[in-house]
């Protein structure tokens, strides 16, 4: 079964990752310059790398259909950079994950393929979507949504360790963004980690360093450019996270009882 997921972060990377180890042929899109910050987990990182691995999964760039057909006859995932996802009407797979986490639908559709499958708050199933898969952490964490929509975007992080908004690296500025503390580093609250422009921007808590955008990137006040995890685990900042493999683990169930489904109409008839 082929499977078009658009977005290439980190949250997508654990979708994209359980199913391929399931069996699926995927496709991964994202933007020219992706700004997913949890970049050591997240297969975008092959557009301005060329290749991504994780979790002993290997994703590249492609740059054409015809390296795309090469990379999946390897057995790898091939991430193009098409924000349109074009990439759809070409391949025509039997499955669409929006994977992009905008918050809304940017431009998904019922008709994309006879499976769509939208992640998180902004798609209504029977108007956006067929299904949809909860993203808020918590109790119903990874759910599959069979009416109505995901619970709203609250603006409010997720709470690790005690922290949620604190724990946000944040640009202070309009301007290029400049890493100082990479990835798996220890800061400690106040801590200078990084520039965007020519402004500081200095550690709100103590922590291990889970997520930092890469140098050059435009970033504009406000916007999120990192993130740093109390916990302390250096291993989590090299692996796919519980609400990644939660969520890929509600797309997969999506995915199964879809088919199952059809097969049972199929075998009626």
């Not at 970033?219 to 969520?247: L, Y």
Request: glycine share 12%; aromatic share 6%; charged share 25%.
């Amino acid at each position: 079964m082929k499977v078009v997921i658009k977005g290439a972060g980190d949250l997508a990377t654990g979708i994209g990752a359980r199913l391929r180890k399931s069996g699926f042929l995927v496709i991964m899109t994202d933007l020219e310059i992706p700004t997913a910050v949890r970049r050591t987990v997240a297969f975008s990182r092959a557009i301005y790398e060329q290749e991504a691995k994780v979790e002993g999964l290997l994703a590249k760039r492609a740059n054409s259909f015809e390296e795309v057909e090469t990379i999946l006859e390897e057995g790898n995932i091939p991430v193009l950079v098409d924000p349109e996802a074009h990439i759809v009407k070409q391949w025509k797979p039997e499955v669409v994950v929006d994977a992009i986490l905008a918050k809304k639908n940017l431009n998904t559709s019922m008709e994309d393929a006879p499976l769509v499958i939208g992640v998180g708050p902004g798609f209504f199933v029977g108007k956006d979507c067929h299904k949809v898969v909860e993203t808020k952490r918590g109790h119903y964490l990874g759910r599959v949504i069979e009416e109505g929509t995901a619970i709203p975007n609250t603006g409010i992080p997720g709470n690790i360790g005690g922290y949620t908004v604190e724990r946000i690296i944040r640009a202070t500025a309009d301007g290029i963004f400049r890493p100082v503390a990479q990835i798996g580093d220890l800061v400690q609250q106040g801590d200078l980690v990084a520039y965007s422009g020519e402004e500081p921007i200095y550690a709100l808590i103590t922590g291990i360093v889970r997520g930092m955008l890469q140098e050059g990137v435009i970033v504009t006040k406000g916007m999120k450019s990192g993130d740093i995890d109390p916990r302390c685990e250096k291993e989590h900042c090299f692996s796919i996270s519980d609400k990644a493999r939660s969520i890929g683990g509600g797309v997969l169930e999506a995915i199964l009882s879809y088919t199952s489904f059809e097969k049972n109409k199929l075998d009626r008839k």
